[in-house]
């Protein structure tokens, strides 16, 4: 059975394994699923959700009855039945569905796309084989994701010291044009070299 990881896969360094696990501010930013949608996925999973209708099932996923529609006329979500009135019901795979649709969403998908993605996942008769592309297609994501990270902690770093910076013109009257601001002659600025953020908010034109 192979053993490999995704980071060895796709040739990442363990460098940067370590650096994204101790990034807690951005790392909360990518919330895990809330613990009532834990819940209700670990019952969907063994089957202890009974049959729900659009409602329910937009009420229990956060979404709107007509996002619900929608993900149907897609063919995304599927009713396994309807009442003798002709209401929709649901099993714990919309569920499901609706969370996996709600997590490439967050990944810049859109939804045809992911209709297709999915319809590739279907056209896969051997399990292995699915998984695997599954397997590929998550390693690809988790690659890319990881890459926004180490983009957004150098953003972070380059807004704090542009905070920082700011935060200490405090000494100029009010009437202070803002041209002079080229040349600050405020102490702690003479000490540091401006933010590139903010000396480009200076640059005349």
């Known amino acids: 059975m192979s053993t490999f990881t995704c980071t060895e896969r796709l040739g990442y360094r363990e460098a940067m394994t370590t650096k994204t696990n101790h990034s807690p501010s951005l790392r909360s930013s990518v919330s895990p699923p809330p613990a009532d949608?834990?819940?209700?996925?670990?019952?969907?999973?063994?089957?202890?959700?009974g049959l729900l209708k659009v409602g329910e099932v937009a009420k229990r996923t956060g979404k709107t009855t007509r996002a619900i529609r929608f993900y149907e006329e897609l063919g995304l979500v599927a009713p396994v039945q309807r009442t003798k009135g002709g209401f929709r019901q649901y099993d714990h795979t919309a569920l499901v569905r609706v969370y996996l649709i709600d997590r490439l969403q967050g990944?810049?998908?859109?939804?045809?796309?992911?209709?297709?993605?999915?319809?590739?996942?279907?056209e896969e008769h051997y399990g292995p084989a699915a998984m695997d592309a599954l397997r590929t297609f998550y390693c690809q994501k988790l690659a890319e994701t990881r890459e926004a990270i180490e983009r957004l902690q150098a953003l972070e770093a380059e807004l704090q010291d542009s905070v920082g910076y700011l935060s200490e013109c405090i000494g100029c009257a009010p009437g202070t044009l803002r041209t002079a601001c080229r040349s600050c002659q405020e102490e702690a600025h003479r000490e540091r070299p401006t933010p590139a953020l903010v000396a480009a908010v200076h640059i005349a034109g």
């Open 37 to 49: 949608m834990r819940h209700l996925l670990e019952l969907a999973a063994v089957g202890e959700v």
């Open 107 to 122: 990944l810049g998908y859109s939804l045809p796309e992911i209709g297709e993605f999915l319809s590739t996942l279907r």
